[in-house]
C-alpha cells in the first residue's frame, strides 16, 4: 500500500494551495483518511479526516472555516484545499488511512501513511 501526497509548495501569505493524496495497492473507499501535519522538533498534529462515505468531517480548530477536506473514491484519492493560508500552516503535510471507517484526531488510529509534501507559507 502507498499513499502519494502532492501539491504542496511555497505561496504568499492568504493564498491557497491543493494538496492531494493518491492510494494505490488496495481501494480504501471504506475507510476514513486524514491529514496531519509537522515541523521540526514538534509533534504532527490533525489537521482534518474524512469518513468513508465522505459526509463525516471533522477539522482542527487551526483549519476550520479556511482547509476543507473531500474525497474521490472513485480515484482512490483524498484532497486538502487550503485557503487564506497563514505563515504558521508551514509544515510537511501527511495524508493517512485508517482501518476504521470514521476519522479521528488521534494519529494512532491511522494505519498507512504518505511520504509528505511541505507546504511553506510566507509572510
Known amino acids: 500500500v502507498q499513499l502519494q501526497a502532492c501539491g504542496g509548495g511555497l505561496v504568499q501569505a492568504g493564498g491557497s494551495l491543493r494538496l492531494s493524496c493518491v492510494v494505490s495497492g488496495r481501494t480504501f473507499s471504506n475507510n476514513a483518511m486524514a491529514w496531519f501535519r509537522q515541523n521540526p522538533g514538534k509533534e504532527r498534529e490533525f489537521v482534518a479526516s474524512i469518513s468513508w462515505n465522505g459526509i463525516s468531517t471533522y477539522y482542527a480548530d487551526s483549519a476550520k472555516g479556511r482547509f476543507t477536506i473531500f474525497r474521490d473514491s472513485a480515484k482512490n484519492a483524498v484532497y486538502l484545499q487550503m485557503n487564506t493560508l497563514k505563515p504558521e500552516d508551514t509544515a510537511v503535510y501527511y495524508c493517512?488511512?485508517?482501518?476504521?471507517?470514521?476519522?479521528?484526531?488521534?494519529?494512532?488510529?491511522?494505519?498507512?501513511w504518505g511520504q509528505g509534501t511541505q507546504v511553506t507559507v510566507s509572510s
Open positions: 493517512a488511512a485508517a482501518l476504521r471507517s470514521y476519522g479521528s484526531d488521534n494519529q494512532r488510529d491511522y494505519k498507512y
